[in-house]
């Protein structure tokens, strides 16, 4: 999820676990737990742009590390914090559900996070709601800061950070039972169209969990698909994308080649605009894809020697003013 969203829910986790005993300052603690497995971005110093693909949710998101550090950071904290009530559980307990709620909402989205490493490099991917919902973020942070101004310990600034805490709970189990129900509705929609492919995926479109994108392959290419839980048909149109894998021939043995496919899960197109090769990962969709079948895929990493992919994740974002993309993206989240 995006850094606003594991800042909210980070401070919410605080109040709950020591607000009581340390008022305001628990928000802060509480934050920081939740931000601790992105620390993973400061190895891009060290790393090459595809080789930090991987890095970024992987070992600081694993199982192992939320397990092993937590009791770590709790005991420096006991340390520093002598003069504060909170004991070593509670400092422990802090860091753990901060870290391990980071980890466990960043696994329902469709990035792939690494839980088991180091001993798999699998991702985990529920893809059940977009690294940043307007629907999940908004009402959580409007209960938070109404907590936060509240005074310390009065009932108004725990029944809101509770209130959030539950409300964006609620959204997250809607996400779960929303993509079953649009799983089912379009992977039929693409059976009954005598449609076949290896795989088959459905995940949210930016901002929201209404309009989805449903995407398969096979060894030539990809079917892509769009449907919002209120639409009026359940006949889908998907348009079919080639993979182009013929324009990777000059690149075979390239490492960040390799290391693109892996943390695509084999779900990409190859495109070229004039003498440069594009790597596109399907997984985060196309911007205005919904409307356009042509529209540009926000990843889209340059396979030339010596490119600039540090906004490789965004670059497709750019093709499209943000006004005309959210009015587009509304119009047909309303359904047609």
């Known amino acids: 999820m995006d850094s606003l969203t594991h800042l909210v829910l980070g401070a919410a986790i605080g109040e709950a676990v020591l607000g009581k005993k340390i008022g305001r300052k628990a928000m802060l603690w509480g934050a920081l737990a939740d931000t601790i497995p992105d620390f993973d971005v400061f190895a891009s110093c060290c790393t090459t742009d595809a080789q930090q693909l991987m890095v970024h949710r992987g070992i600081t998101h694993s199982l192992l590390f939320v397990i092993v550090m937590s009791p770590l950071i709790g005991y420096l904290f006991t340390k520093i914090f002598k003069k504060t009530e909170v004991t070593f559980k ?16 960043d696994a329902m989205t469709a990035y792939g996070t690494g839980w088991f490493e180091p001993f798999s490099e699998y991702r985990v991917s529920f893809n059940s709601i977009f690294v940043a919902d307007v629907f999940y ?5 409007i209960c938070v800061l109404i907590a936060l101004i509240a005074k310390n310990g009065s009932p108004k600034r725990v029944k809101w950070n509770r209130a959030g805490l539950i409300i964006s709970t609620a959204y997250l189990a809607f996400t779960l039972i929303n993509k079953w129900h649009v799983h089912d509705t379009m992977s039929d929609s693409f059976t009954k169209q005598n449609l076949t492919a290896e795989e088959f995926v459905t995940t949210p479109t ?45 690149f075979e043995g390239d490492q960040s080649l390799a290391t693109l496919k892996q943390f695509s899960k084999g779900h990409y197109i190859i495109s070229k605009e004039d003498s440069t090769i594009f790597f596109n990962d399907i997984r985060f969709g196309q911007m205005g ?20 992919n540090s906004m490789a994740l965004d670059r497709g974002k750019f093709k499209m003013s943000f006004s005309d993309a959210f009015a587009s993206l509304y119009i047909r989240v309303k359904g047609k």
């Open 90 to 105: 509670q400092w422990t307990l802090l860091f753990f559900l901060g870290m391990f709620t980071h980890i466990l909402i």
């Open 137 to 141: 973020t908004i009402p959580f942070l």
């Open 206 to 250: 930016p901002l929201n969990n209404f309009l989805w994108m449903a995407y398969s392959h096979d060894e030539g290419g990809s079917y892509i698909g769009y449907y919002s839980i209120f639409d009026k048909s359940t006949d889908i149109k998907f348009h079919r994308v080639e993979r182009n894998e013929q324009l990777l021939k000059s």
């Open 289 to 308: 894809g919904w409307d356009n079948s042509d529209a540009g895929f926000p990843f889209s990493y340059k396979l030339n020697r010596n490119a600039d």
